[in-house]
């Protein structure tokens, strides 16, 4: 999961750095990512990953960081299986 | 009486991506049906006023500062009023966590500035 993840950060975060290279508790907006920015990376994660974040999921700290959005996407699958 | 201000930068040309790359789906989960009017031109919606409306948006959750609360971008609404002012409505989680934490008064300007757009927001805080 966590290449499917650094793959979409790297095509629509707009980070600063290769997200392959990136901590996993890094902050990804201190790495460069707009708010707008997440917005993609949140519909092309709904998208790879067959899920959809509800509102009340829609926080900064979802999408801080590639083990923030890793629970994040862990938790919807199991919700939704 | 003290005041909070929040600030944000839009490039438009990310929000014309966005637009082109996911459509209904991007514009459905960010901007309201009013805005979506609002920003409605002749060749569809116009990058531009969505990625003004972005940014009132983002620069009234800086001054919200939903910490780990959530506030989904529709719960933000930015309008014109008659005069051809923006102006920003509140409803459900943001202006329930307005309300929790006494913010109040919120006023916006927002603008342009070659390929990007950008807003303030400014409002009183506390009783």
């Known amino acids: ?81 | 009486m003290p005041i909070r201000a929040g600030i944000d930068l839009v490039d438009i040309e990310d929000v014309r991506d966005a637009v082109a790359l996911w459509s209904g789906r991007y514009l459905d989960r960010v901007y309201t049906e009013r805005e979506l009017a609002d920003c409605a031109g002749p060749h569809g919606v116009d990058p531009r006023r969505l990625a003004a409306r972005f940014a009132a948006k983002e620069a009234a959750l800086k001054v919200l500062q939903p910490g780990g609360d959530a506030v989904p971008w529709l719960s933000i609404e930015v309008r014109r009023d008659p005069s051809g002012t923006a102006v920003l409505e509140l409803r459900g989680p943001a202006r329930d966590l307005a309300d929790r934490t006494m913010v109040r008064d919120l006023t916006t300007s927002v603008g342009y500035a070659r390929a990007t757009a950008y807003a303030i927001v400014i409002a009183h805080v506390g009783s």
């Open chain 1, 1 to 81: 999961m966590t290449n499917g993840i650094r793959r979409i950060l790297n095509d629509h975060a707009r980070l600063s750095v290769d997200a392959a290279s990136i901590d996993g508790s890094a902050d990804l907006f201190d790495a460069g990512m707009s708010s707008h920015a997440s917005v993609n990376v949140m519909i092309a994660l709904e998208d790879a990953f067959d899920i959809e974040f509800p509102d009340s999921m829609l926080r900064r700290a979802t999408f801080a960081s590639v083990d923030a959005i890793g629970g994040a996407v862990a938790r919807l699958q199991a919700e939704s299986s």
